[in-house]
């Protein structure tokens, strides 16, 4: 049987599949601590996270969805890792859409306060093979 924070992350990721942010933060605490660390990044509120950072990558692929996820319970943190797809269809930071699909391997946690609560979140991926993918940036060269 999952845990009830297993639950809440993976109706979290279900939830942004369907663009449903609002259901998608409904658990997290007031005041959050989520970290993109590829873009060195940090959203200390709910609404800053879906305005600016959730909004963001919909902005950039309306078509993204998070796939394969694996869920990892370690208490009140979740591991999760999974596959970003989606077709990169509008602006990324200063990048203008290119057409192409990507595939983008995540690791992520969730932070739960002792109520089940979000309390917080670290994401980590690789900017380079996301640029490398959308033809923005030239295949590394081989060592």
Known sequence: ?????????RAGHEAFNQRDFV?????????????????SRTFR????????????WIGASRNIRIT????IDAGQTVVCTFT??????????????TGKEFALPLCEM??????????GGDLYYDQ????TQLGLMPQPSSA
């Open 68 to 71: 394969g996820p694996r869920y």
């Open 45 to 56: 509120t709910p609404q800053e996270f879906k305005d600016d950072f959730l909004a963001g």
């Open 128 to 131: 380079v093979s996301l640029l």
């Open 84 to 97: 970003a797809v989606g077709t990169h269809d509008g602006p990324l930071g200063p990048f203008p859409a």
């Open 23 to 39: 259901a998608m933060t409904k658990q997290y605490a007031d005041s959050i601590t989520w970290t993109d660390h590829s873009q």
């Open 1 to 9: 049987m999952e845990s009830r924070n297993v639950e809440t992350y």
């Open 110 to 119: 969730w932070h739960f306060d002792p109520t089940g609560r979000v309390a």
